[in-house]
């Protein structure tokens, strides 16, 4: 005859591994999830973010290296554009070598080797 009073251990053992399996993958998948949305809102605020001050100093920048302007009037110091200014000094450098004749550099003189005093 059965007795109402005994415990099925190997049903209660199999229903705590399941809910042991089960908590442990939900909290798998919570810190996946958390991750998942931490990465996203630093890059929405962190990399994607409107450099606008940024923008508008290399705007200024841009805009001054590309055009003409008084650096000093009474003094006749002008700003030219900078690809200008490249040409310029290119063609300063080739003209200055056309010149000057290639120098060749005197020849190197090396120490003699000491002789070695050890034993």
Known sequence: MARYDDLYTGTITLVGIISAVITFVIIVAAQVLYYQFQTIEHQRKNIDAPLALTDA???????????????????????????????????????????????????????????????
Not at 67 to 92: H, M, N, R
């Open 57 to 119: 100093a290399v705007r200024v920048q841009n805009e001054e290296l590309n055009s003409f302007s008084w650096v000093d009037q009474e003094k006749g110091l002008v700003s030219i554009p900078i690809e200008d200014a490249k040409k310029q000094v290119l063609q300063e450098l080739t003209h200055q070598t056309k010149e000057q004749p290639a120098e060749t550099p005197a020849p190197r003189t090396t120490p003699e080797p000491v002789p070695s005093t050890e034993s």
